[in-house]
């Protein structure tokens, strides 16, 4: 027995010893590689590509991850084996500025919790604090709201500025202080500033990744980009088994207004009308889409619009005009990526998924962009230029954050006077012969209110809401903020016609279906709740007998695809059906529930949720060839546990198929020896 006893001990310092072992992140340089091969990079090799300039991506991974990429197709050299302790060389020769003087170097963690309480102190009016969760390390995650009469919900859009995501991109964290203190100190003083904190809702979180900040880290503690956590096309080139599996990303769907799977609802929810999302290692401006090369349907007006002010904004410092790649300039490598003025669709540069921006385009009705600040960071920034630089970025912002409140606005509320959750719909009608602008929710709170920020042109809008008549309004004429508001009062009932929409999930993807009748003569179908994420403009649906017509929609939305069809009367009104929701797992929880360990060395545990059904789970390589059939046959409904033993392959990454008839899942798998 005893020494059982000092066996168990023994292991016991060992696991401890282990886990707080830190394993450093290394810099790679992948290629040259074409934007095909970019799009499997992420995909199928256990690394984050941060950068792209046409043929090479600078990429990040891990030291115990470097071995497996000696297998890529392309080729890869180490550019920084151990960054955590190249960032600490770093520092150490940065140039020191005076730390009594503001701005002149980067803010800890404990200043900028500390910074954010005192500004809410010093400025309770127009300033509070939300704490919206804890990191995996337990540290804050904190907003600060700003506003007139801050502590009330009032008839004004919500906007978001969210910074350090990337652990190692600190500026992103400086940049969003230097904007909170700006908002706060020049108001009343400085007419620009008075106008967007008496306008609107502003939420600001400095850090979103405190845990990577503090070992300048890109990854969480977790070893988890959260800038492919969230779950809008999320796929699981971050290593999860689902999205939102980080506490820091669910915080940020949280207040975000979030209401999926694995987001908790513990703080308030908002509506976010525009939000920005600070990067840097790079100087560009990314929209959406970054999953896809496809349009957005807001593109023309983001792109020429809020990203040209927010460069130009910059532009105006010192900072940006002094420098030779620049704003203005720094697009001219990329021009056959549609580059203008390096402000380009984050797809064109690389696609990702699961990013911020993508999930508050696509799912909650957001623009969200990404900023890349600045050009070479990695921890060496030159402090001494923090306040030019915060200064540039300063007035980007506040041009960006003046276009929420340009374009439509108004309430949704029933005859009684109680807010309506209803969807909007904006069509230009010079656009032939029909096309969607714009999709989104209003803002479900005790005022109801919408914001839609639109280019100044002429609309015709459509409220929908489930048990109201919908209501269409033509010809109304958007003028930026001097637009007239449209206050909608929805009487119960249906609309003219009778539509039921209908989805299941088969093995190609989501089968949608509908009555044809004579009450509508054209349909428009759409995935989502955001905007514009239309299935396919003015799609002509297959027509089955019987007057019943199908869309199979082969890229759907995990772990949540919501459609709605937009149906059209002879008199040219538009009614909107659904939402209808298909659960890509239909049991509710994801057919896979844990995997590990993943790197393996032997044996692989794998325990799924069985719907009952037969079940096969294969090993393939990169390239897609099978390697191993692992099992196939019956599994009764529950929870099961299964282990293999992979001693016979080789080291390698792989893809570890879990499929049944219905439903089915791939896992990048790490084997190592
Ligand atoms: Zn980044």
Redesign the pocket.
């Known amino acids: 027995m005893k020494l059982l006893t000092v066996t168990f001990i023994l292991l016991a310092v060992i696991v401890v010893g282990a886990g707080e072992a830190l394993v450093s992140e290394s810099l790679v340089l992948v290629g040259p590689i074409s934007r095909d091969g970019l799009a499997m990079l992420e995909r199928d090799w256990p690394l984050s590509i941060?950068d792209y300039d046409g043929s090479f991506a600078t990429c990040y991974t891990f030291q115990d991850k470097l071995e497996l990429l000696d297998s890529m197709p392309w080729g890869c050299v180490v550019l920084v084996e151990d960054l955590q302790a190249h960032y600490a060389e770093q520092r150490a020769m940065a140039f020191i500025g005076d730390k009594d003087e503001p701005w002149n170097t980067l803010h800890t963690y404990d200043e900028t919790m500390t910074l954010l309480q005192t500004w809410a102190d010093t400025y309770p009016s127009i300033a509070r604090i939300v704490d919206v969760g804890t990191s995996v390390e337990g540290r804050h995650l904190r907003c600060i709201v700003i506003s007139d009469n801050v502590d009330t919900e009032e008839y004004e859009p919500e906007v978001r500025v969210i910074g350090t995501?990337?652990g190692n991109?600190e500026i992103?964290n400086e940049v969003v202080l230097y904007l909170t203190e700006r908002l706060l100190t020049d108001y009343g003083m400085v007419s620009a500033v008075t106008e967007l904190v008496d306008g609107m809702e502003i939420w600001l979180q400095p850090l979103v990744n405190p845990d990577g900040y503090v070992i300048s880290r890109?990854s969480n503690a977790n070893y988890v980009d959260l800038?492919r956590n969230l779950s809008y096309q999320w796929d699981s080139s971050d290593g999860e088994l689902h999205p939102f599996s980080q506490p820091e990303t669910r915080a940020l769907a949280d207040y975000s207004g979030g209401d999926e799977q694995y987001v908790p609802d513990d703080v308030e929810d908002n509506t976010f009308v525009l939000g920005l999302t600070h990067?840097?290692?790079a100087v560009c401006l990314n929209y959406v889409w970054n999953y896809q090369y496809t349009d957005a349907a807001d593109k023309a007006h983001i792109w020429h619009n809020l990203c040209q002010d927010y460069s130009d904004g910059c532009e105006d410092s010192s900072y940006y005009s002094n420098l030779d790649d620049g704003w203005g300039n720094y697009g001219d490598g990329y021009q056959n990526y549609d580059y203008m003025d390096a402000i380009c669709e984050g797809a064109e540069w690389y696609p990702t998924n699961g990013d911020v921006n993508d999930w508050s385009y696509g799912e909650r009705g957001c623009i969200d962009t990404t900023t890349?600040l600045s050009d070479g960071q990695y921890g060496s920034f030159p402090e001494g230029d923090i306040i030019d630089f915060c200064d540039a970025n300063y007035h980007g912002q506040m041009a960006y954050l003046e276009y929420a409140d340009d374009g439509l606005h108004g309430t949704a509320k029933d005859t009684a006077g109680v807010p309506v959750l209803c969807t909007i719909t904006v069509n230009d009608p010079t656009h032939s012969p029909m096309r969607t602008e714009a999709f989104m929710y209003n803002d479900p709170t005790v005022i109801g209110d919408y914001w839609l920020p639109l280019d100044d042109r002429t609309y015709d809008v459509t409220f929908s809401a489930d048990g109201y008549i919908p209501q269409t309004f033509e010809g109304v004429v958007v003028t930026g903020e001097t637009t007239t508001p449209i206050d909608v009062v929805f009487e119960a009932g249906s609309g003219v016609g009778d539509l039921t929409l209908s989805a299941h999930q088969t093995s190609d993807g989501v089968l949608l279906s509908w009555e044809i009748s004579t009450d509508f003569v054209a349909f428009n179908l759409y995935r989502d709740n955001g905007r514009g994420n239309s299935v396919g403009e003015r799609l002509n649906p297959f027509r089955l007998d019987g007057g019943a017509a199908c869309y199979l929609d082969a890229n759907p939305n995990a772990p949540i695809s919501r459609y709605r069809i937009e149906a059209i009367t002879p008199e040219g009104h538009r009614e909107i059906y659904g939402p209808v929701e298909v659960k890509l797992d239909e049991y509710g929880e994801p057919l896979l529930v844990g995997l590990y360990p993943n790197p393996v060395v032997s044996e692989l545990t794998l325990e799924l949720n069985s719907s009952g059904s037969d079940y096969r789970i294969s090993l393939y390589d990169v390239a897609g060839r099978l390697v191993d059939n692992l099992y196939a046959g019956t599994l009764t409904e529950g929870r099961h546990s299964l282990s293999f033993d992979l001693t016979t392959h080789s080291a390698g990454v792989y893809l570890l198929r879990v499929e049944s008839g219905v439903e089915s899942e791939n896992i990048r798998l790490v084997i190592t020896q």
Do not use: K, P, V, Y
Request: hydrophobic share 20%; charged share 35%.
């Open positions: 941060d995501i990337h991109e992103a890109r800038n990067h840097s290692g890349e």
